[in-house]
C-alpha cells in the first residue's frame, strides 16, 4: 500500500472512530418512529448479543437490496445447510424485510468504523463477506480481508459517473478498495469495464446478470390479495408503491385527475417511509379527500372507500395483488425509481416518474418493448392512468410485456451460485 494511502485511511479511521457513535444517535433519532432501531442500535457500534464459531456473511444496504438478495441467500442456505448464514442491513425496513428468512441470523450491519467493524467479525467470525450492489466501505473491506475473509459483490454495478469519480484518486482506490475484492460478479459488460478500470485484477471481475430477475415473490399473498381485490375494489385500481416525501402532490394530484373521468378509480398508495406516509395523509387532509389507513383496519376486507394507505410492512405482494396498474415510487423525486421486475412479475402493467436511474437497464428494456410507460408529471400521469385503465385489452398486453422482460433476464441466480461455490469451496 502506498504511504498516501495508509495515511488517508488512518485518518479515515481516526475520523469514523469518533464519528460513529454520533451517526447511530442520529440514526436512532431519525427512525425513532418508522420504526425505531430501539436497543439493537448498539449493533450498529458492534455490540452484538449472537455469537457464531463460524458463518457465511451477507450485506444488503437496505430494503431493496435485502429483497434482491434473499433468493441468493435462500438457494445458497439449500445448497450449503451448514453454514451459518448471516445477513445484514443499515435500515430497519431492511431488517423488516429479511426477518421472515428461517435459519439466518439478520443483524444490523456495523457502520464503517474500526471498532464497530472489529466488534461484528469478532461476534461471527466470518470466513466470506458477499455484498449486493456497490457497498464498498474501505474499514468494513480492509478489515473482512485481514480477517481472512474472501469478499465478494454479487450484482454489481457502477455507474459511470462513480468511475470518473474513483479515478481521480485511483490510486487511493485501489489500495483501499479494488485489491480488498476476490470476486465481482457485475450486471453487465460496462459494469465490469469500469470495475476493470479502478483497479480490479481483470481475473477477478466478470458478467453474471442481474439476479433481481430471479426474485420469488410471495405468490400466496398476491393471489389472496387479488381475490379480495375482485369483490371490494373493482377493475379500476392504480397503485403507487414504495413512494417518498415529495412525490405526494404528483401522485395524488394526478389521481384526482384521472378520477375526473374514471368515477370508480381507486388508490392503493404504499409509502415506502412512515414520512412519506403522513406527508401524504396531510396532503390528502388539505383537500378533503378521504382515506384509510391499513394499521387501521383488522382485515382488508374490512376496507370500504377509495384511498387505501399501505401502511405496513412486509405485506408488499398484497398490495400488488390490490392493483390493475402500478407506479413504481422513487421516480418523481431524486431517489431512482424501485424495481419495477417485482410488479411485472405479476404481470401488472408499470408507470414510471422521470428519475429512475437505480434501474435503468430493466425501465428501458421496459418501455421500449410497451411494459411500462414513462409519466413526466401529474398530468402525463393521469393520462396513462385513464388510457390503460380504460382499455383492457391494452392492460393486459402491457402487463404480459412486462412479464416477459422480467423472465428474459432470469438465469443470473444459479450462475452467482456457480461462482460463490467456486471461490469458497
Known amino acids: ?3 498516501s494511502s495508509r495515511l488517508a485511511l488512518l485518518a479515515y479511521k481516526t475520523l469514523t472512530t469518533l464519528v460513529a457513535p454520533l451517526g447511530a444517535s442520529f440514526l436512532a433519532y431519525k427512525k425513532r418512529n418508522d420504526p425505531p432501531y430501539g436497543k439493537r442500535i448498539f449493533e450498529l457500534l458492534g455490540c452484538y448479543k449472537d455469537r457464531l464459531e463460524s458463518c457465511v456473511w451477507f450485506h444488503g444496504a437496505s430494503v431493496g437490496e435485502i429483497n434482491a438478495i ?25 431488517l423488516n424485510a429479511a426477518k421472515y428468512l ?11 468504523s474500526p471498532l464497530a467493524v472489529s466488534g461484528f467479525l469478532n461476534s461471527f467470525n466470518p470466513k466470506a463477506l458477499i455484498i449486493i450492489d456497490t457497498e464498498l466501505w474501505p ?16 450484482n454489481a454495478r457502477m455507474q459511470e ?6 479515478l481521480k484518486h485511483k490510486t487511493l482506490v485501489e489500495d483501499l478498495i479494488s485489491s480488498n475484492l476476490s470476486k465481482v460478479m457485475c450486471i453487465t459488460d460496462a459494469d465490469k469495464e469500469r470495475f476493470i478500470k479502478i483497479g480490479v485484477p481483470k481475473q477477478n471481475v466478470m458478467v453474471t446478470g442481474n439476479i433481481k430477475y430471479d426474485l420469488k415473490p410471495r405468490e400466496n399473498m398476491f393471489n389472496d390479495a387479488m381475490v379480495l381485490k375482485t369483490q371490494l375494489l373493482g377493475d379500476c385500481v392504480f397503485g403507487a408503491i414504495s413512494t417518498h416525501d415529495g412525490e405526494e402532490t404528483t401522485i395524488i394530484d394526478g389521481y384526482v385527475k384521472a378520477k375526473e373521468t374514471i368515477k370508480d378509480l381507486k388508490l392503493v398508495l404504499v409509502p415506502r417511509h ?21 394499521s387501521s383496519l383488522k382485515s382488508i376486507s374490512d376496507f370500504t372507500g377509495d384511498i387505501l394507505i399501505g401502511d405496513t410492512i412486509g405485506e408488499i405482494e398484497t398490495y400488488f395483488g390490490l392493483c390493475d396498474l402500478v407506479l413504481m415510487g422513487g421516480s418523481f423525486v431524486n431517489i431512482g425509481g424501485h424495481n419495477p421486475l417485482e410488479p411485472a412479475f405479476f404481470s401488472l402493467p408499470i408507470l414510471t416518474g422521470p428519475d429512475y436511474h437505480n434501474f435503468t437497464e430493466q425501465f428501458d428494456k421496459l418501455i421500449e418493448c410497451g411494459g411500462a410507460y414513462l409519466a413526466e408529471d401529474s398530468n402525463k400521469l393521469s393520462k396513462y392512468i385513464v388510457k390503460l385503465l380504460s382499455d383492457k385489452e391494452l392492460l393486459k398486453k402491457t402487463g404480459i410485456k412486462a412479464l416477459d422482460i422480467q423472465q428474459q433476464g432470469r438465469g ?13 469451496y
Do not use: W
Open 1 to 3: 500500500m502506498h504511504l
Open 70 to 94: 434473499k433468493p441468493l441467500v435462500v438457494e445458497f442456505q439449500k445448497q450449503h445447510p451448514f453454514e451459518n448464514i448471516v445477513l445484514t442491513t443499515m435500515t430497519t425496513t431492511g
Open 102 to 112: 428461517k435459519g439466518v441470523n439478520v443483524e444490523f450491519s456495523p457502520l464503517d
Open 139 to 154: 474499514n468494513m473491506l480492509g478489515l473482512a480481508k485481514k480477517h481472512g475473509c474472501m469478499i465478494s459483490i454479487v
Open 161 to 166: 459517473k462513480n468511475c470518473v469519480s474513483y
Open 274 to 294: 412512515q414520512t412519506a406516509g403522513t406527508l401524504s395523509c396531510e396532503y390528502l387532509d388539505k383537500l378533503g379527500i378521504s382515506y384509510v389507513r391499513k
Open 412 to 424: 443470473a441466480l444459479n450462475k452467482t451460485l456457480e461462482q460463490l461455490d467456486k471461490l469458497l
